[in-house]
């Protein structure tokens, strides 16, 4: 028998991820088949290599699975490339070209259950909420927008039921040194069908905005995130949020985790800011709307 180690390491996970299942209500089906050790144990792979039942254990081959769905499935990471061709002028990374260190850092809750389904999360309410909380947003902060919308991941119509985010905001955020941004809800804009309904009525502008706003600044952001009510507070932990490497793709699932270091524990490391240097400032909201111009800094 292995020996048991007890963990003295001094912190804990805490899981900010949904559940990929074939039961998972998702515009997009999630289909997973499941294979068990005695339908493997004559697998092609094992014919391949004339490898019989008799050969293994009891009989008994490997548990696998088969996998179909969208790389938008589930708790995810969206890369630039999801939100179009081009960022701040120039052509958008896909996500296994994203820089690995904006994926880690200190984790900063916002607490917007208050908002209802189809309602826009705006700049002042950014400001409001970080007010509430005595904190000062610093570069590469990943920042968890929290609607409490992900209890009701798994139900009928779970894309329609969240409030969203605009481009104001998310550029907001973007000044802000933010690189990371997630939200515990189906999308990070408001629903399709507050959206479309606008559209309907001859509201321009507004559709996808906050996905959009990644052609004037380069971001990546969360969705469908879980849990955000089991975190110990607004601030005090590490996120965690490291995409799939899929080649050229645009976006790609994460085990989205919190490291809340317990008393005694090392403290959590800091995320160090890329090599090339600190994160783009860019031109204030204010001044963009002024001149329409886009971001032209250097991209790190």
Known sequence: MPRHF???RGFRIIDLSDTLQNSTTEPLPIEITYM????????????????????????????????RLSTHSGT????????????????????????????????????????KAGEAIEVADLEAALKAIRYRLKPYDIVLIWTGTSRFFGTADYENKHPGMT???TLWLIDQGIRVMGID?????????????????????????????GREGEYLQIERLNNLDRLPGPTGYTVAVFPARIAGASGGWTRAVAIVRERGGRPAVRAAAPAAGPPRRGRSLGARRATGSRRTARRH
């Not at 092609?44 to 996998?67: K, N, R, S």
């Not at 081009?86 to 070209?97: A, K, L, M, V």
């Not at 189906?186 to 706003?213: C, N, Q, V």
């Open 6 to 8: 007890p963990d003295r």
């Open 36 to 67: 068990d050790h005695r339908q493997t144990a004559t697998s092609p792979l094992m014919q391949h290599y004339g490898v019989t039942p008799a050969d293994l254990p009891d009989g008994l081959g490997y548990g696998m699975e088969i996998v």
């Open 76 to 115: 995810h990471v969206d890369a630039p490339w999801h939100y179009f061709p081009t960022s701040e002028g120039r052509p958008s990374r896909t996500i296994d070209q994203i820089p690995l260190e904006w994926c880690y850092g200190d984790g900063v809750r916002l607490d917007f259950r208050h908002k």
């Open 167 to 169: 481009r104001a905001s």
């Open 185 to 213: 809800a189906w999308g990070w804009d408001r629903p399709f069908r507050t959206m479309s309904e606008e559209l309907k009525a001859g509201i321009k502008g507004r559709w996808w905005e906050a996905h959009y706003a």
